[in-house]
Structures are given as C-alpha cells and as structure tokens.
C-alpha cells in the first residue's frame, strides 16, 4: 500500500478550467515506467537529467508512416532527416528500417559515412555545402541538392574536365497556400528561377539533372499544402521531360510533417490536430498519380520526414530543485534541466507528468529551468500537483531537436538512453565531464600562472 502524501491545507482562489470540488483537475496520470524500467531506478543508474529513447516507438513509427505511404504510391523512398538528432544510434535504427540520410552540412555527411551509409544513399542538402563537402559528395556519387546559383557554378568548376557526373536536384520554393513562404532556400517556382536553374544544368553537359526537391515549412498542420508542391513538382518534371527528353528521377517532397506535440498558443492539444500519415500520403500520392505520368516515366517519391518520427519516442526525465511563491501568489516549481536541453520549450507546451503518485489538488504553476537567465521557463502555466524537493517529472515528445540544438550552457549535457525492443536499457551518449569539454581548450603558456591577492 502507497502512503499518500500530505498536503497541508490552504485557501486558494480557484483557476479557470474545468472544475471538482478541489479546483481544476490535475492534467496527467503520473508515469512511472517507460517500457518496462522504472524511471526512478533509470536516474538512479544514469543521473538525473536524462534523456530516454523508445526503439520500439521509434520502429513503429516508421513502419506506420511507410504504410500510409506505400498503400498509396508505388515507389516511395524515406531518407532519414540527421539534423532532427544525429546520435548515431538513433540514426542507425532508421537505416535499419530501410532509410537512406539526408544531411545538411559537411558534418552530418561525414556522420552519415561514418555510419555506413552508401554514398549514393546520402542526400546532401542545404546552403552551405563547402567545395572540400562537394568534393566528398561527387567522388561517392550522393545526391546533389543545389539550393543557389553560386552552389551550381561551384559544382562546374569542380568537374570541368573531370570524368564525374554528379547527380544533382534543385530545391525549389513556391507559393503553397502558406504563409509565409520559405523562399530563402532554392529557385522559385513562379518567377522562372527553377527554370533558370534547370536550363543552366542541362545545357551546359556536366551534369546529371535525376531530381526535383522542396521544403515548404515545418510544423505543417495543413496536409493540403503538400498537395499543392507535389502538383508543382510534377508539372516542373513533366515540362523537363517534354523539352529536354529527360526523366526526372525522384521528386522529394522534403519534411516538416507535425508531431503530437502542442504549439505554444494553441487551444487544442497537438494530439488532436496534428494531421496523420495517412492524410500527407493521401494528399501528395493523390497529386501525383493524377499529375499526367505514364506508368514508366513515374518518379519516385522520397520523404525526409523527422520530427514526425523520432518525436514521440523521446522523453525527458529530471527531478524538482526546489519550489517558492511568485509575488502574484503563483506557485513555482524549479526543476534540473532547462532551456539548454529542452530548447523545444520555446515552441511547444510539452505534456509533462509526475513520475510519482500524487494526490487529487492541484493549482496553476509556473515549471522553471535552473539556468541563471529568466527566459529559463519549461512551462508557463501548467495545472499540477504540488511536487517536493527530489521529486521526479517526465517530459514527453522530446525526440527531435533537442538532443542537436542542446547547448553547453552553464551545466553540462546529460546522457542519452535507448529502451531497445527487448526492453533493455543501452547508453547511447555519455553524460558530459568537466574533461570532455576542456579536452578542447588551449591554455596559452602565458595565462597558466596567476595570484589573486
């Protein structure tokens, strides 16, 4: 038998929301147990804070998003997005499953090689692509995403003369509907610059032109809009085929599919409005089967989806420092980990539970980081049960960004865990030492020396 914990009574002005006779309802059941281990003997093992990965999740999200996609396209092939979290571990269960990389810089290319991946499976996207990066790429035959015109008269260069053909895409930025438009990256659709760019590569003989490429946003609530750039895509494919007698290839529709997490501001939980696979496969697949292709000339449909996939099988797991009264009677919970590794704190109001059991009171609180800065807020408002000192939380859906875009800021990064499908626990990333992060530092001989009177 679990003895309740006491709670001392006091008079508090009820918060708006759904009522009981001991004010708003508490938001979550506590939760225990990811697959199988309990969270309290995980921090026990591995420190508190921690981040948790589900394999199990992490697989069966991926074989739901292939269905929906594969029951409805022919030829679909999904490329595993490294800047969502690159821990390698995590990368290497996606290429298990069948995915190819998509990278994004010269860092993430190196990564992807140094796991294994075939150069010719690697998608290099993005705006900076360095000449030693293109260089790598084109001698392992990777699929050139060229993003602006000085990125292309870089690539001839480095051929002129030369026997390589490199096989390049185009991005390509359009009006879908959504605003506003991500028109930095790639040659617009309306104004003529893709074919600018299309005439530039066929003609001057170089190079092999075997795609088609867009991303038109992140977070897109709208699975319509996916239908629009696939439509776009396959008439910019079909006018290429009719002028050059050339066949495109692919056509890669990019990422950006939701998660279930909430967007800050929302009224609806992310849960309940996030679209499903289903509805992105239905859109795009539905664009371009009825594009105009004949059954040989079909191009195959590459997908390089990441939040959608890797989200919900991440958690976060930490431990309450301390708790105090705002000066407008709010209470405030201090927790052990931040905005330096939650950076999604930002934009989402993350699901967050006890990892305890709690009694039926709760109130309005204000969830704190332990950084020295007042933007430090994992969550604004939250109604929660009253937490002690050395009480534990889970943060939910965590799995993208965070573990890419965590900072070395005033505390040092915690472990990463992997719940493979056999429910057992593997270190994935080591917990931060003072000497992992001073192995980088160069003392001048002259600064080694100093007496503070």
Same mark, same amino acid.
């Given at each position: 038998?679990?003895?309740?914990?006491?709670?001392?009574?006091?008079?508090?002005?009820?918060?708006?929301?759904?009522?009981?006779?001991?004010?708003?309802?508490?938001?979550?059941?506590?939760? /225990?147990?990811?697959?199988?281990?309990?969270?309290?003997?995980?921090?026990?093992?591995?420190?508190?804070?921690?981040?948790?990965?589900?394999?199990?999740?992490?697989?069966?999200?991926?074989?739901?998003?292939?269905?929906?996609?594969?029951?409805?396209?022919?030829?679909?092939?999904?490329?595993?997005?490294?800047? /969502?979290?690159?821990?390698?571990?995590? !990368?290497?269960?996606?290429?298990?499953?069948?995915?190819?990389?998509?990278?994004?810089?010269?860092?993430?290319?190196?990564?992807?090689?140094?796991?294994?991946?075939?150069?010719?499976?690697?998608?290099?996207?993005?705006?900076?692509?360095?000449?030693?990066?293109? +260089?790598?790429?084109?001698?392992?035959?990777?699929?050139?995403?060229?993003?602006?015109?000085?990125?292309?008269?870089?690539?001839?260069?480095?051929?002129?003369?030369?026997?390589?053909?490199?096989?390049?895409?185009?991005?390509?930025n359009m009006d879908t509907g959504i605003y506003p438009m991500?028109?930095?990256?790639?040659?617009?659709?309306?104004?003529?610059?893709?074919?600018?760019?299309?005439?530039?590569?066929?003609?001057?003989?170089?190079?092999?032109?075997?795609?088609?490429? !867009?991303?038109?946003?992140?977070?897109?609530?709208?699975?319509?809009?996916?239908?629009?750039?696939?439509?776009?895509?396959?008439?910019?494919?079909?006018?290429?085929?009719?002028?050059?007698?050339? +066949?495109?290839?692919?056509?890669?529709?990019?990422?950006?599919?939701?998660? =279930?997490?909430?967007?800050?501001?929302?009224?609806?939980?992310?849960?309940?409005?996030?679209?499903?696979?289903?509805?992105?496969?239905?859109?795009?697949?539905?664009?371009?089967?009825?594009?105009?292709?004949?059954?040989?000339?079909?191009?195959?449909?590459?997908?390089?989806?990441?939040?959608?996939?890797?989200?919900?099988?991440?958690?976060?797991?930490?431990?309450?420092?301390?708790?105090?009264?705002?000066?407008?009677?709010?209470?405030?919970?201090?927790?052990?980990?931040?905005?330096?590794?939650?950076?999604?704190?930002?934009?989402?109001?993350? =699901?967050?539970?006890?990892?305890?059991?709690?009694?039926?009171?709760?109130?309005?609180?204000?969830?704190?980081?332990?950084? !020295?800065?007042?933007?430090?807020?994992?969550?604004?408002?939250?109604?929660?049960?009253?937490?002690?000192?050395?009480?534990?939380?889970?943060?939910?859906?965590?799995?993208?960004?965070?573990?890419?875009?965590?900072?070395?800021?005033?505390?040092?990064?915690?472990?990463?865990?992997?719940?493979?499908?056999?429910?057992?626990?593997?270190?994935?990333? =080591?917990?931060?030492?003072?000497?992992?992060?001073?192995?980088?530092?160069?003392?001048?001989?002259?600064?080694?020396?100093?007496?503070?009177?």
């Amino acid at each position: 038998m679990i003895k309740a914990q006491y709670e001392r009574p006091i008079i508090q002005r009820l918060n708006v929301g759904l009522m009981n006779k001991y004010g708003t309802k508490t938001e979550f059941n506590p939760v /225990t147990h990811i697959d199988g281990n309990a969270v309290k003997e995980l921090m026990e093992t591995y420190g508190s804070p921690l981040f948790v990965l589900s394999e199990k999740t992490i697989r069966q999200t991926y074989k739901d998003a292939t269905r929906a996609f594969k029951t409805r396209y022919p030829k679909v092939q999904f490329a595993w997005s490294y800047k /969502t979290n690159y821990i390698n571990a995590v !990368c290497n269960v996606f290429h298990q499953e069948g995915s190819w990389a998509e990278v994004v810089s010269g860092f993430e290319y190196l990564k992807a090689l140094h796991n294994n991946v075939p150069g010719d499976k690697i998608i290099f996207n993005g705006p900076d692509k360095k000449e030693v990066d293109l +260089k790598l790429a084109i001698e392992h035959g990777s699929l050139i995403h060229i993003d602006h015109l000085d990125e292309l008269y870089m690539i001839k260069e480095l051929v002129a003369g030369g026997t390589k053909r490199p096989r390049v895409a185009i991005r390509v930025n359009m009006d879908t509907g959504i605003y506003p438009m991500w028109d930095r990256f790639g040659f617009n659709y309306e104004d003529g610059q893709a074919w600018d760019a299309i005439n530039k590569i066929m003609l001057s003989g170089q190079m092999d032109l075997v795609g088609l490429h !867009c991303h038109i946003g992140t977070f897109m609530l709208t699975p319509n809009a996916y239908g629009v750039a696939a439509s776009k895509l396959s008439q910019l494919a079909l006018s290429v085929m009719k002028k050059f007698k050339k +066949k495109i290839e692919y056509i890669d529709l990019g990422g950006g599919f939701a998660s =279930k997490n909430t967007l800050k501001g929302s009224y609806i939980q992310g849960i309940d409005v996030s679209p499903t696979f289903d509805q992105y496969a239905e859109a795009i697949s539905t664009s371009i089967l009825n594009a105009g292709f004949t059954e040989d000339s079909l191009p195959l449909l590459i997908l390089e989806s990441g939040r959608a996939l890797i989200d919900e099988a991440g958690y976060l797991l930490g431990s309450v420092i301390s708790n105090k009264r705002l000066s407008d009677g709010r209470r405030a919970t201090i927790l052990d980990f931040g905005v330096n590794i939650l950076f999604t704190s930002f934009w989402y109001d993350h =699901k967050i539970s006890p990892a305890q059991h709690f009694g039926q009171y709760s109130e309005d609180t204000v969830l704190y980081g332990p950084l !020295c800065m007042n933007i430090d807020v994992v969550r604004e408002h939250i109604s929660f049960p009253p937490l002690k000192k050395d009480d534990q939380v889970v943060v939910h859906t965590v799995g993208a960004y965070n573990m890419t875009q965590w900072m070395q800021f005033i505390a040092m990064r915690p472990a990463v865990i992997m719940i493979d499908m056999d429910e057992k626990p593997h270190l994935i990333r =080591k917990r931060e030492t003072i000497n992992s992060i001073q192995d980088e530092e160069v003392m001048p001989l002259y600064l080694e020396k100093f007496k503070i009177s």
